[in-house]
């Protein structure tokens, strides 16, 4: 994460009851701001001053230890401003369990100025909020998980991590497993003579010697993140292995010892050490496995990275040069020769061919390429050379940006994992406690106090929180990673979560449903004059982004009408335009507005319903004030896509709703639905009323899904409990969306709800297996009905076949591929 110019968080012992904190305060603009401030600090309770400081936007407080952070926060927000906060990611290291997940997240939400913290076992990773400076901050991070017995550093970003190349790609060493099981073999040799009737056993002796480099070399990792969280006054998967493997192997050691004197006289010892030895050698080998599939789950960060050349040529003068990569610069000119991926976001100057942007958007047919078509680096192109001018490079690039939302929606917890986090929290001690029963149960009972430990071992080993803590994390890695493939950026996993619940889905019409570039297909004046109605109605739209605007600009260019000059042009929010053209002031919208400004539809509104019924949008052009005089319509076409009945088709398969909310009049709304099978239409809305609308389906308590890819569509997005944002639209869209869609492919919106319900699934799965692998367990454990090393084969198989059924959704393809 880069440094940012935040002002520092400094928390520094005044002296031994008081604490300094230092907080960024935001949107202060005079010295009534700084009372204000300063009066809701010190209300909060162990707070004994407050200074605020307007010119450094900083308050310094001296309060007492036990402040509470988030208190002193929510009072500036009362007061009606906000305290800065940052995020950064931090690598840990020596995490086994769902056990360490919630120790680590304990330690760094008890630092002051730590807002939250999130950690995911899957990703080794932790996502923190703090108010203050990165530099001051992350040594206090780093310290409070050390004390926790971890390891902490600051995590690559996805570019530093594609720059390091092999060495982050390297599998884990598999060289313990390989030793550990060439030593344990030898000592299960007895077990499998057994089956075949023939003696293969070994001397105690030997089998000591083979044991104890697997329990006290190729096991020490065990021993030594034990130790960590005993000092931590903790628990982990590791202590449960140390404490079950040392108990089977101090009791072998003990037999060995104690009946030396029946060595070589016919009776030889019963001795355990298979035991310690297998049990090692399969929770390494479990660990390895599951290594190896976590890494799977992240392909879709490392295939994006992969996309990313090492070099551009760059044209300067007359002259190409050949230039690491990340040294091009907005506004340089590169060359893409057929065959090489475009190095950089651009768009062509010159040369046309077909790009190829799979691995992008998801979009499996090459995309024919222009001047003026915008290029995405990572891209290929397919044929013809092109030269194109830099628009976004570096961190900003869109293949960057992608990167960072997949890796932002890996790292976060979905809500369904906060149970977990709760069982995980006293599991191991509650294991230590049906651990000690057993012995002490089956000792006293039986007086076979070697049985006794041999069952208590068992327990130790099966009950491995390691399934829990992954169960959600490898499932929503996987999910996230296959459908950013199919061009679905689902932005967290809360995004993804929720989706699978939806069961209405509100579609906006242009550019979402509709190609979004509508042509004029009809314009009438009132008078006859049409020519002139074109030219004034082209004068009023001048320099407007809008596509019925574009579309007036290109009927005037073919119909030859020149455009007078204008004065005081300016969009009114939901209705249309208006200017001064020639003295004359002008208004060009919807029926709605002309009905506000009194204007009298009556010459022209047989026609306009006849349009209307065609599917056409009708707006209408007035001159003056209120009441306004009508000069004439301008009708507008707009072709649905090719891809959206199909889309909701696949909705409606899935038992989902599928709503029209549009700002177009009901007749062009009306027509549009019936050709795409959309029965539920909600027409003339206007863009402040779209969120209202979201609101009124929400209200029969079913979870509503927005589709939308316009300014205007923003409040809607944010409004639904899931917003879908098309790409091709604009970016203020995209941040108010929880998932984007890379292509304007409005069947993406079913592949998204779909791979969410499959991930979904996938959780529930995993934490029935990770549950149920204890349950049965356990209880068979204790009741002496699993030897160890069955235990620790079915605990390795549980982490294993946890994450192995979260990769299962990597065949997943989806409709629109």
């Known amino acids: 994460m880069q440094n940012t110019t935040t002002l520092p968080v400094k928390l520094a012992n005044l002296n031994l009851e008081k604490l300094g904190i230092e907080l960024p305060i935001e949107g202060m603009t005079c010295a009534s701001c700084v009372a204000r401030v300063e009066k809701a600090l010190t209300k909060v309770p162990g707070v004994e001053s407050a200074s605020v400081n307007l010119a450094t936007e900083r308050a310094?407080?001296?309060?007492?230890?036990?402040?509470?952070?988030?208190?002193?926060?929510?009072?500036?927000?009362?007061?009606?401003?906000?305290?800065?906060?940052?995020?950064v990611s931090l690598s840990?290291?020596?995490?086994?369990?769902?056990?360490?997940?919630?120790?680590?997240?304990?330690?760094?939400?008890?630092?002051?100025?730590?807002?939250?913290?999130?950690?995911?076992l899957a990703t080794e990773k932790a996502e923190v909020k703090f108010v203050g400076h990165l530099d001051e901050v992350l040594p206090r991070l780093v310290t409070a998980v050390e004390k926790a017995g971890y390891q902490a550093k600051l995590a690559q970003s996805a570019e530093a991590a594609a720059q390091a190349g092999g060495e982050t790609a390297a599998l884990p060493d598999w060289w313990p497993v390989a030793v550990a099981a060439t030593l344990s073999l030898p000592l299960v040799l007895p077990m499998l003579g057994m089956l075949f009737g023939a003696d293969w056993g070994l001397p105690g002796w030997w089998q000591l010697a083979l044991a104890t480099p697997v329990q006290f070399w190729l096991g020490a990792r065990f021993y030594r993140s034990a130790w960590k969280a005993v000092k931590a006054r903790a628990g982990n998967m590791d202590l449960l292995v140390a404490l079950?493997?040392?108990?089977?192997?101090?009791?072998?050691?003990?037999?060995?010892?104690?009946?030396?004197?029946?060595?070589?006289?016919?009776?030889?010892?019963?001795?355990?050490?298979?035991?310690s030895a297998v049990v090692i050698t399969l929770v390494l080998l479990g660990k390895w496995l599951e290594h190896r599939a976590k890494r799977q789950t992240t392909e879709a960060i490392r295939a994006l990275n992969a996309l990313r050349p090492d070099t551009a040529?760059?044209?300067?003068?007359?002259?190409?040069?050949?230039?690491?990569?990340?040294?091009?610069?907005?506004?340089?000119?590169?060359?893409?020769?057929?065959?090489?991926?475009?190095?950089?976001?651009?768009?062509?100057?010159?040369?046309?061919?077909?790009?190829?942007?799979?691995?992008?958007?998801?979009?499996?047919?090459?995309?024919?390429?222009?001047?003026?078509?915008?290029?995405?680096?990572?891209?290929?192109?397919?044929?013809?050379?092109?030269?194109?001018?830099?628009?976004?490079?570096?961190?900003?690039?869109?293949?960057?940006?992608?990167?960072?939302?997949?890796?932002?929606?890996?790292?976060?917890?979905?809500?369904?994992?906060?149970?977990?986090?709760?069982?995980?929290?006293?599991?191991?001690p509650v294991v230590l406690g049906i651990a000690l029963l057993t012995l002490l149960s089956w000792g006293f009972a039986t007086g076979d106090w070697q049985s006794a430990i041999l069952n208590a071992v068992a327990v130790l080993v099966i009950a491995c929180p390691c399934a829990l803590g992954l169960a959600t994390p490898t499932a929503i890695m996987a999910g996230t990673g296959v459908a950013?493939?199919?061009?679905?950026?689902?932005?967290?996993?809360?995004?993804?979560?929720?989706?699978?619940?939806?069961?209405?889905?509100?579609?906006?019409?242009?550019?979402?449903?509709?190609?979004?570039?509508?042509?004029?297909?009809?314009?009438?004046?009132?008078?006859?004059?049409?020519?002139?109605?074109?030219?004034?109605?082209?004068?009023?739209?001048?320099?407007?982004?809008?596509?019925?605007?574009?579309?007036?600009?290109?009927?005037?260019?073919?119909?030859?009408?020149?455009?007078?000059?204008?004065?005081?042009?300016?969009?009114?929010?939901?209705?249309?335009?208006?200017?001064?053209?020639?003295?004359?002031?002008?208004?060009?919208?919807?029926?709605?507005?002309?009905?506000?400004?009194?204007?009298?539809?009556?010459?022209?509104?047989?026609?306009?319903?006849?349009l209307e019924d065609e599917?056409?949008?009708?707006?209408?052009?007035?001159?003056?004030?209120?009441?306004?005089?009508?000069?004439?319509?301008?009708?507008?076409?707009?072709?649905?896509?090719?891809?959206?009945?199909?889309?909701?088709?696949?909705?409606?398969?899935?038992?989902?709703?599928?709503?029209?909310?549009?700002?177009?009049?009901?007749?062009?709304?009306?027509?549009?639905?019936?050709?795409?099978?959309?029965?539920?239409?909600?027409?003339?809305?206007?863009?402040?009323?779209?969120?209202?609308?979201?609101s009124e389906l929400k209200a029969?308590?079913?979870?509503?899904?927005?589709?939308?890819?316009?300014?205007n569509d923003a409040p809607a997005l944010a409004a639904a409990d899931v917003g879908f944002s098309m790409s091709t639209g604009t970016e203020v869209a995209m941040h108010a969306a929880g998932v984007t869609l890379m292509r304007g492919d409005p069947r993406l919106v079913a592949d998204a709800i779909e791979i969410s319900r499959m991930t979904y699934a996938k959780i529930r799965q995993?934490?029935?297996?990770?549950?149920?692998?204890?349950?049965?367990?356990?209880?068979?454990?204790?009741?002496?009905?699993?030897?160890?090393?069955?235990?620790?084969?079915?605990?390795?198989?549980?982490?294993?076949?946890?994450?192995?059924?979260?990769?299962?959704?990597?065949?997943?393809?989806?409709?629109?591929?």
């Open 766 to 817: 995993g934490l029935f297996w990770a549950f149920i692998y204890n349950v049965v367990g356990i209880p068979l454990a204790a009741f002496g009905l699993l030897n160890p090393m069955l235990a620790g084969a079915a605990m390795a198989f549980s982490s294993v076949s946890v994450v192995a059924n979260a990769l299962t959704l990597r065949r997943w393809k989806g409709r629109a591929s």
């Open 313 to 428: 040529r760059v044209r300067r003068g007359d002259e190409e040069f050949e230039v690491p990569a990340g040294q091009v610069k907005v506004g340089d000119v590169v060359v893409v020769r057929p065959g090489e991926r475009v190095p950089v976001d651009g768009q062509i100057l010159e040369g046309s061919t077909h790009v190829d942007e799979s691995l992008i958007t998801g979009e499996s047919l090459p995309v024919a390429k222009s001047p003026g078509a915008k290029v995405v680096g990572g891209s290929v192109n397919a044929e013809g050379l092109f030269t194109a001018t830099a628009t976004a490079v570096g961190a900003e690039s869109t293949l960057s940006r992608i990167a960072r939302m997949v890796e932002s929606a890996q790292a976060k917890k979905a809500p369904i994992q906060r149970l977990v986090d709760q069982v995980s929290e006293v599991f191991v």
């Open 60 to 87: 310094s407080v001296a309060a007492s230890p036990q402040v509470d952070l988030g208190a002193l926060r929510k009072a500036v927000e009362n007061a009606g401003y906000s305290v800065r906060e940052e995020q």
């Open 92 to 120: 840990i290291e020596g995490m086994t369990c769902a056990s360490c997940v919630a120790r680590v997240e304990k330690a760094l939400r008890k630092l002051p100025e730590v807002v939250s913290a999130e950690v995911n």
């Open 484 to 610: 950013a493939r199919r061009g679905i950026l689902i932005k967290d996993a809360e995004a993804l979560e929720v989706a699978h619940n939806v069961k209405v889905v509100a579609f906006d019409k242009t550019g979402t449903l509709t190609e979004g570039k509508p042509h004029l297909v009809a314009f009438e004046a009132a008078d006859g004059d049409h020519s002139g109605l074109l030219r004034l109605a082209a004068s009023v739209q001048t320099g407007s982004e809008h596509p019925l605007a574009r579309a007036v600009m290109d009927a005037a260019k073919e119909n030859l009408v020149s455009v007078a000059p204008v004065q005081d042009a300016k969009a009114v929010a939901g209705r249309g335009m208006s200017a001064h053209v020639k003295g004359q002031a002008l208004s060009l919208g919807s029926s709605r507005w002309m009905q506000e400004l009194g204007v009298d539809l009556a010459p022209l509104a047989l026609r306009a319903r006849e």
């Open 244 to 275: 079950g493997t040392s108990a089977g192997y101090g009791l072998s050691l003990y037999l060995l010892i104690a009946r030396i004197g029946h060595e070589g006289h016919g009776e030889a010892p019963h001795l355990y050490f298979e035991a």
């Open 615 to 694: 599917g056409r949008t009708v707006s209408w052009l007035a001159e003056g004030a209120r009441p306004a005089r009508l000069i004439g319509l301008l009708a507008f076409g707009d072709a649905a896509k090719a891809t959206a009945k199909e889309a909701v088709e696949s909705l409606r398969e899935q038992g989902i709703r599928v709503v029209m909310v549009t700002g177009d009049n009901k007749g062009a709304a009306r027509v549009a639905a019936q050709a795409l099978g959309i029965d539920e239409v909600r027409a003339e809305v206007l863009p402040a009323d779209k969120a209202q609308v979201v």
């Open 700 to 711: 029969g308590g079913q979870a509503v899904a927005m589709v939308g890819d316009g300014i």
